[in-house]
């Protein structure tokens, strides 16, 4: 069921997008282009969520690693805390720039009917100018969207805290049925918003980069115009 939900929701994504962007006339037209590239849609999206996983592997790894070896070095805290900072910049960079580019990825599939050779290409041409840009981008989306999902839970929150205030905190304490029932239909509507935020915001970040990469505001006046001339 979890691999038929996240099938769907690549596709969709890229319906969502293509409406964004007003490269199809309506949801079902950019639908039946989603579903034609279905298997790029999934792929990048699969990649999207395993990418940031396997820096952060790695970064986890180096770091264990530093801490065995760093109890056999003079002045193992100075080097430490060096060593931590500059890993909390690097895990911070790097986990932002395989969100963005895999991001990117699936918007270019999603926009622009690429074979994937040519839409990693068109990635890295994207990203290269704009990197702290887009690390920006991306951890400015994942606080608004970490802010935003707390203040939605907050009110559930309190009334499970009363509640077990009201239970004097009891250690065999249990949720009553109808606040985990409530919990799970809030996190649902969460997370409906929530994705589909993510994919419409990454859109507009991708016609930002082609506003400034490629002009993309005067081609398409220009288009127009040539259209009008030929009309």
Known sequence: MLAVAQWELAIRSVSIVRVVLGLSADYKS?????RRRKWAAVLLYTIAAIAPLLV????TALSVGFVVVSNHLPFAQVISFFY???VGLAFTCTVSWSLLGSALAFTIVSS??????T????????MRNYMWRGGSFVVLLGVTLFVVTGALDLPLLLASLFDAWRNSFAADYDMPWYLEA????VDCIINTLLLAVVPIANALYYNDLRLRVEGRDIIVRLEKLENLGSA
Do not use: C, G
Request: no cysteine.
């Open 84 to 86: 931590f900072a500059i």
């Open 182 to 185: 409530l919990s799970t239909l």
């Open 119 to 126: 839409v990693w290409q068109r990635t890295y041409e994207l």
């Open 30 to 34: 950019a639908n039946a282009y989603a």
């Open 112 to 117: 622009e009917d690429e074979k994937l050779k």
């Open 56 to 59: 952060i592997l790695f970064w």
